[in-house]
Structure formats: structure tokens, C-alpha cells
């Protein structure tokens, strides 16, 4: 088995394995808009959900990008459902932009209004959370070392579930097809579903 320490790195393989190993993530669509009103979109692999109650999601951004400041300054922010039908328009929406500049408009896809926050969702995406920010920081590494990530949280404020996804009452992955990131430059997409049940607490006698 291949080990080695990450204060060396010293893996010998063409590239940096972490990612490879935490995944398949979840991809947060994540749109915001400014204080002076500019828009922004862009995805995030770095994004999931930490609570639900209250129901809270995070994303983390290397740098201080546009997301995070506009999230950061606005105090809110939509994260939109990434799908296998919409990885074109989500892979255009990673493209450096200008700040200011929509990726809205280079990726072909259409602002929405929301229910209660300012920033618009993706009207093309099936399913998209409206939050507010509750917490933002960069994280702490071993000896007090901060990362350059920025971590943003926010509360869940509205939900938006397009129908074509439901059925019988739930939301059919098999039909919403989420997109999921792994290593490298790989993705993968979550419509083959299996269901277990919770085991219950084994009696005296088992242990």
C-alpha cells in the first residue's frame, strides 16, 4: 500500500490524490449578487450541507473570489442543484470572469427571481436553496496556520423543487440526475439509487 506523510507529499504520482480519495462531492451551484447589484455564479465542489436543524450549508472558495465576497457583503446566496443536463452551462460558469461580469448571460442560462433573498437561482436548475449568511472564516490548520479558503455558511430561508423531479411526494434522483465532482478532472452523476434501512440497536444477546 502506497503511505506517505502530507507535510512532504511525497507520493510520486503525477498528481495530488486528496481529492480522488474525499469524493464523490457535492457540487454547489452558487449564486450571489453584489451590494451594488453585479451577478455571479459559478461552481463549487467544496459544498455541503452540515445541519438540518436548523438546515445549513457551506461552500469554501480558494481566494477571496467574487462568490464569496458578494456572499459575504449581501449577507446571502443561492446554491442551485448541478445536474447531468446542465454540466455544459455549469462548466462555462467556472470560466474566470471579469468581476462584475454575469456568467449568466456566457452560459446561456436564465436568473430567476427568488422568495426572499436578492440574488437570483438558476431557472434551468431543478431544485435551488435560498440562504442567508450566517458565518464565514478561514479555517485553521495544525499549528494555527490559516488556509486560504474561505468558508461560507448560510441558513436555508426558502426552497425551490421543480416537479418534473418528484415522484410519489419524494424527489427522484434517478430523474434529478445530480451532478457529483470527483478527482482530477472526472465527474460523476448520482442516478443509480439503492436504498438500505437503519439498522435498529442489536438486543443484549448479539453483543
Known amino acids: 500500500m502506497l503511505s506517505y506523510t502530507t507535510d512532504t507529499n511525497d507520493h510520486g504520482l503525477p498528481h495530488d490524490p486528496f481529492k480522488a480519495i474525499v469524493a464523490p462531492r457535492p457540487i454547489g451551484w452558487i449564486s450571489t449578487r453584489s451590494a451594488a447589484g453585479a451577478v455571479n455564479l459559478a461552481p463549487y465542489s467544496f459544498f455541503n450541507a452540515i445541519s438540518d436543524q436548523p438546515k445549513l450549508v457551506m461552500f469554501s472558495s480558494a481566494g477571496m473570489k467574487d462568490t464569496a465576497s458578494f456572499a459575504i ?87 425551490h423543487i421543480d416537479e418534473t423531479i418528484l415522484k410519489d411526494g419524494l424527489i427522484d434522483m434517478t430523474l434529478a440526475a445530480p451532478l457529483a465532482r470527483l478527482g482530477y478532472l472526472d465527474y460523476t452523476v448520482g442516478d443509480q439509487v439503492f436504498q438500505m434501512q437503519r439498522p435498529k440497536a442489536p438486543d443484549a444477546s448479539d453483543l
Do not use: W
Open 73 to 159: 457583503e449581501s449577507g446571502e446566496f443561492v446554491a442551485n442543484l448541478a445536474t447531468r443536463a446542465l454540466a455544459d452551462p455549469l462548466n462555462r460558469s467556472s470560466a474566470p470572469a471579469p468581476r462584475g461580469v454575469s456568467e449568466f448571460s456566457f452560459s446561456g442560462l436564465t436568473e430567476a427571481p427568488c422568495r426572499i433573498v436578492a440574488a437570483p437561482r438558476v431557472a434551468e436548475s431543478p431544485a435551488a436553496l435560498e440562504c442567508k449568511v450566517t458565518d464565514h472564516f478561514r479555517p485553521k490548520g495544525l499549528g494555527a496556520t490559516r488556509s486560504n479558503n474561505t468558508v461560507v455558511i448560510g441558513e436555508v430561508v426558502a426552497i
